[in-house]
């Protein structure tokens, strides 16, 4: 590696918005009781609870899974802020664990329900794996890896020598169980999502020493998607997302210590496919926690764009990759990230966190709740605000990268120097460097040239110009021998400017330097009648540059207001990560008069449609997606799986079915809308039945690019009158096939 990051222990975070949002998480963090997030793993142990668990996931078959995140994101805030209450946690929980360990008497650990019985089962190599199931289980490696993860972390940043000890006889365990699955069986496990069981494995073995968990660590090489990458082919449409990423940081963990180059080729062509073929402006990717066709996204927005996992995730990639190779392009990237969809992913009063950062054009952020929800991105979330600090400054032994630009304090103690960033960035580009030492010292500093720079970068160095022959996504470097209280000074203007989507040059995104700007649409409103507020404008202009119809407001940072740009009205335009409890657009279609003339009546109906068929639905279950599933208590027999263009559906062989529930109006008239290839028109081989009564009475509501097509039913008020929830089932007629089913929502009058 070219260069090493510092620990969060040597880096402060001082001001600005990620400061801000540092401390909204640690005071959620510190609401959070031990006992809660404990509770199963001493249930399970045969202990007795300390206390009743959390619901949501906690209540569920991944349940544990947050206490590791929460252990990782508690020993992040003890290194980070030398905050004691957090080490006391930490210690507490590791303490706990131990007990719990002991108990089981086979090193075993976990809250997972049936997770014992689990893995003996894989150990006698009794197998039955799906994407998210287990042997029945809902992704138990998964949540095992947050555990091992939080170990490692607490390991690692309070230097719990009990937490290793805890970690090594956990891999034991693990190790036991898969000592003798033939390859084949191993490869059927590995079929169901294992978060990043590579990297823990592998950090285990290079913390202990030992290498049965380097073995361990390679021995979860998932072929099916790891091979692919490594002779450079993207086969990622389709898959879930964040089941994938994890895999790829693994396998840079793997490099690192083991200098195979496969692994490294690995690692650069996924994240090279990531960044410029599935990455949406905020950095985000996935649709539905699935990826696409690589560069295809223009069919691929709505309400579940950007999973806030799959992010923390690939700035632990980034990180991984920033080591090896120093590039400011990668140095982008991270800031294009933290700023646009993980600060944003954060609610700037109540400190909830979304899993899902809508890039829907008019759409809004959703926010779990802080004690009832514990899905995957609260774990996660737990972690992003807790580890502002550890990308920020890199060295090696003579030299130091500033590669994101946040105020913060540096440490170098071996150099013996201390360094302090001021800035108030992102609001503005000017930053301040100060270097404090004893003693003289000769190193090279090195500060990132944006590739957004379009107007220069200025250096000043010690009231003197530095002059420089960079460009845009490089370092500038400085060698010289430094002096206490010498001073570094950077202006990068931050200018607007438009982005435009890959497979469609037509839509585009307004940012101003690094920030993604959005378009307030106002207040969230659900009340169908309100249809200016709902309905997002788009921009209609003759002029071939849209920027010339943004005028920035004046004594306001970031903010542009339209001129004559949007109809059926301008917007203001501010930056994305600030917009909260407000509808929003990221992307804009932009018409010339003439286009916009044609386009119009279609362009704006099927947007009505779409607006009015969102607004009326009660409910809505997407088949073929684990939680949405489990939510739905979805069961059948002779069920199939599959993708179409890049959509889940399911469907059945002869004679299958398969039921779930919704919720309906109780007393009110409901409709049942379904999705599916347009040639049901001609199918007639299947039944819908809600609660034991048949649907006759259906319609084509609405044609979808030209592949798919919803069919609405009517249901008889008798089969909802005072009841909330109905079971909905497909059953196929004798000998035939219930049809590819995409989607199933109920919808009132």
Known sequence: MKVKPFGLERVRITGGPLKHAVELNKEYLLQLEPDKLLSRFREYAGLQPKAVHYQGWEAQGI?????????????????????????????????????????????????????????EEVKAGDIRSQGFDLNGGWVPLYSIHKLFAGLRDAYKLTHSIKALNVEIKLGLWLED??????????????????????????????????????????????????????DGRDELAGRHANTQIPKVVGAARQYEISNIESYRRISEYFWKQMVHQHSYVIGGNSLNEHFGEPGKLNDRLGANTCETCNSYNMLKLTKHLFQWNVLAEQGDFYERVLYNHILASQHPIEGTVTYFVSLDMGGHKVYN?????????????????????????????????????????????????????????????????EVKSKDPKSFALSVRYPSWAEQGMSVVVNGEVFNHAAEPSSFITIERVWNNGDSIELEIPMTLRVEKMSDNPNRLALLNGPIV????????????????????????TDDSNVLNQ???????????????????????????????????????????????RKAEISYTSAIEKERDLQLRTVDFFQPGEMQPERDHDFKGEHVGYGVLSNRKYRDTWPNGHFSFTLNVLP????????????????????????????????????????????VKYEIPYHATMDKDIVTVEFRAHEGQKVPKVFGVRVVKE
């Not at 007393?667 to 649907?695: A, C, K, P, Q």
Request: charged share 20%; proline share 3%.
């Open 667 to 710: 007393d009110d008239s409901n409709y049942l809308v379904v999705m599916y290839t347009n040639e049901i028109e001609t199918m007639r081989s299947f039944d819908i039945v809600v609660n034991r009564v048949v649907l006759t009475n259906s319609q084509i509501e609405l044609e979808e690019m030209n592949k798919f097509v919803l």
């Open 550 to 596: 943004v005028i920035a407001v004046n004594g306001k940072v970031h903010e542009f207001e339209m001129n004559h740009l949007g109809v059926p009205r301008d917007v203001t335009l501010i930056p994305f990560y600030q917009m909260h409890d407000r509808s929003t657009s990221v992307y804009w279609d932009v018409f010339t008069e003439e286009e916009w």
């Open 369 to 433: 709740s802080k004690f009832n929800d514990f899905t995957c991105c609260v774990g996660s979330g737990m972690e992003n605000h807790s580890s502002y600090g550890n990308a920020i400054y890199f060295q090696n032994e003579q030299s130091l990268f500033v590669n994101q630009y946040i105020p913060s304090e540096l440490d170098w103690s071996e150099m013996g120097v201390f360094v302090k960033q001021t800035t108030s960035y992102p609001e503005n580009g000017s930053i301040k460097l």
């Open 517 to 540: 700007l959005a378009g307030d649409l106002g207040p969230i409103n659900h009340e169908k009648d309100v249809t200016d507020l709902l309905f997002t404008p788009v921009l209609v």
């Open 177 to 230: 169980v898969f000592a003798n699955l033939t390859d084949t069986q191993v490869q059927d496990v590995l079929k169901c999502e294992f978060g990043g069981m590579t990297e823990v494995l592998a950090d285990l073995a290079d913390d202990s020493g030992d290498d049965r968990f380097w073995k361990l660590s390679q021995l979860f090489h998932h072929h099916e998607l790891l091979n692919p990458l490594a």
């Open 63 to 119: 349940s544990g899974h947050t206490l590791g995140h929460y252990l990782s994101a508690s020993a992040m805030m003890a290194a980070a802020n030398d905050d004691e209450r957090f080490r006391e946690r930490v210690n507490y929980i590791v303490d706990e664990l131990e007990e719990c360990q002991e108990a089981h008497g086979t090193g075993y650990i976990s809250g997972v329900p049936r997770g014992r019985e689990i893995f």
